[in-house]
């Protein structure tokens, strides 16, 4: 089994005090940079499906939200440096802002998420980014016909990755099951959580799947770090 990293990121900023969700363009780029110069492939979940074996220096790249600062400074870096990402969406508020959160970041509109080159693969962020834990089996099943009503209305090609908003699943029975049922009857592929620990390639379990959080005070060394063990105890 091969080691396979998955990074996390949000907002993207050209204010240099970032932290917390938010990076700085000018780090993200010397991120960026430091993938492309050591040789990393970058794959969408579309690509895993059905792979068994990658190469050992192989990641994955995601963006919650798609806000419109990640159009505006993610997209770019990423065509720089010939890397490939997933950006997970809130259906709900596509064309609004993050009234989940602070209210004060645009999220893209339908012709920008349409906008996007084959580098980005859009998946799934729920509706209304609330905590699966937190919702029945009806009250999900209605946020994933929401979700694929807005897909399909838009003509929007989203693979079934989905991005748990806040990390947030049930893990205590019976609930647990349950979600795993109503997972696989909406076809989802690949579920993640947060985690902070590299996974091994192929997944053990798809609807368990752990991404690293990258924040925005974050130092390069730090960087390298977390892309290398996943979750530091030293820090």
Known sequence: MTRLPILMYHNVSDD????????????????????NLKGYTTYHFSELENKTIIDSKSIVITFDDVTENQLIYAVPLLQKYNLKATFFIPFGYIGNVDLWNSGKEKIMTVQQLKSLDNSIELGLHSFEHKRYAALTKDEMD???????????????????????????YPKKEPHK???????????IKAGLRIGNRINKFPFKNPYEIQRIDIKGEYSMIK?????????LKLF
């Open 142 to 168: 209605a946020d994933f016909s929401k979700c694929f009503e807005i897909i399909k209305q838009n003509d929007l090609k989203v693979y079934n990755a989905l991005a748990y908003p806040y990390g947030n």
């Open 177 to 187: 099951s349950i979600f795993k049922t109503v997972l696989q009857q909406n076809n």
């Open 16 to 35: 240099k005090n970032s932290n917390g969700l938010t990076i700085f363009t000018e780090k993200l780029e010397e991120q960026f940079r430091y993938l």
């Open 223 to 231: 960087f390298k770090l977390k892309l290398r063990f996943g979750k």
